[in-house]
């Protein structure tokens, strides 16, 4: 959503390429800080809405302020001031207006520069980028400014583009990561998809998986009142739960899931859909499953602050999306121990072993996905033994804790190689 509200409860820095930030006591003279804590780390999103890179990136920000540090969120044009009223007071949330999604050189000029007084006012020790744009712009802005720059590739972005767009992008990523300090990838898929493309060099790649609390799923043993979630259900018995956990954009493709599911749930009257999650194409959604005739079988839950207790309650649980990098709600079907039925994104199968605790399809071939949730529905063995290989998976690696101290070491790395460089310069 774009809006100019008050955000609540976090300090705020409105900015515009006009506008500057209140400097801070802080001085290191623009040169690299060598102590390890507090450090002043600037985030940089293209957008901070409800979904998985921005929950990736604020679990980050949760630890490093509980690890003593200050810590800055910039962000664009696109945010939700509800999301951001949650957040933890001690963040320092500075929207930056000009720092737009769609590429138009004017305003990415004006964030370009934004970014830059921002940095030369916040003096950071380390500026962390994300997503696609402001990973491009955020960096950009943050050379010669004396600061660790380091890089999260939350998604391979350019794949699934044509070809003159992808020869773009990768030309424009190559650039930016040989002037980044480290990269870090949130799988080994995407990690993989950057080397194959020349972006960065692999000893500067870090995977680290997008953190999260596992233990409530992991520790969710007992199935919630349905009919507290599900109140729209009229049938006096417990539906059979398909659960998609994903924001409403297009990329997650749930009106192309809904056009499959739709005979599906005509042939099967006790089956329920459950989607959970906000976006722009929510209301688009709603208004299909009606045009559809199944409205009747389909819930929309919106944003839930308990996935948790929906992942306890689905049969099986589905992901229809384009592309991603690894999508934490994977790792929270896996934890919760549900089947879990999805189109092949890169590097699932860290996670997904294909007809083990899940099954994988085409990328686009979203009908092949519908017809896995009808032949899982039927076969209640297959569910149980697919439930049953989900506690076959680690997934330590996905813990929040171990995500911020694996962070921290990347940026020790760039600190101890910066100094050693900086040692036997002339």
């Known amino acids: 959503m774009n809006t100019t509200s008050t955000l ?47 929950e990736n990136t604020l679990a980050t920000c949760d630890y490093q302020l509980a690890c003593g540090h200050d810590v800055y969120v910039l962000h664009g044009d696109e945010y939700d001031a509800d999301y951001i009223s949650t957040l933890n007071p001690r963040l320092h949330i500075v929207p930056v207006m000009d720092l737009v999604h769609p590429i138009a050189p004017l305003s990415d000029f004006k964030g370009w520069l934004a970014l830059r007084r921002a940095y030369k006012a916040i003096r950071p020790d380390v500026v962390h980028t994300h ?92 199935s919630p009142d349905w009919k507290s979630f599900i109140p ?80 306890s309650l689905a049969d099986v649980c589905v992901l229809s999306s384009e592309r991603e990098g690894l999508p934490r709600v994977l790792i929270q079907y896996v934890a919760g121990r549900r089947p879990v039925v999805m189109n092949h994104l890169t590097g699932v199968e860290v996670v997904i072993k294909h007809d083990h605790n899940g099954t994988i399809l085409p990328a686009n071939d979203i009908d092949a996905t519908a017809a896995e949730v009808e032949r899982l529905f039927n076969d209640g063995d297959a569910r149980r033994a697919m439930c049953k290989a989900a506690g076959d998976i680690d997934i330590t690696s996905w813990d929040v804790d171990y995500m911020g101290v694996q962070i921290q070491k990347v940026y020790d790395r760039a600190f101890a190689r910066t100094r050693t460089l900086a040692a036997g310069s002339p």
Not at 9 to 20: D, F, Q
Not at 257 to 286: E, S
Not at 292 to 306: K, M, P, R, S
């Open 131 to 222: 997503q696609s744009k402001a990973g491009i712009l955020g960096r950009l802005a943050a050379l010669g400014q004396g600061c660790i720059i380091v890089h999260t590739v939350h998604i391979a972005h350019w794949l699934s583009v044509g070809r003159a767009k992808q020869r773009l992008f990768v030309a424009i990523e190559r650039f930016c990561s040989n002037r980044s300090h480290e990269l870090i990838d949130v799988s080994e898929g995407v990690r993989d998809a950057c080397l194959e493309q020349g972006i960065g060099r692999a000893e500067h790649h870090h995977v680290i998986h997008s953190g999260m609390n596992i233990r409530k799923f992991i520790d969710k043993t007992d």
């Open 232 to 311: 729209e259900w009229k049938q006096d018995e417990r539906p059979f739960v398909v659960l998609m956990l994903a924001a409403f954009e297009p990329r997650k493709r749930q009106e192309a899931f809904l056009h499959a599911i739709a005979p599906i749930l005509k042939r099967n009257p006790t089956m329920c859909m459950v989607f959970c999650g906000q976006g722009a194409r929510l209301d688009a959604a709603r208004q299909l499953a009606r045009d559809l005739g199944i409205n009747e079988q389909v819930h929309f839950a919106g944003y839930i602050t308990d996935p948790e207790n929906y992942v």
């Open 8 to 54: 609540v409860s976090v300090s705020a820095i409105p900015l515009s390429a006009g506008a500057a930030v209140p400097a801070r006591e802080t001085d290191n003279g623009g040169q690299m800080s060598e102590h390890p804590a507090p450090r002043i780390i600037v985030h940089v999103l293209t957008r901070l809405l409800r979904a998985g890179a921005e």
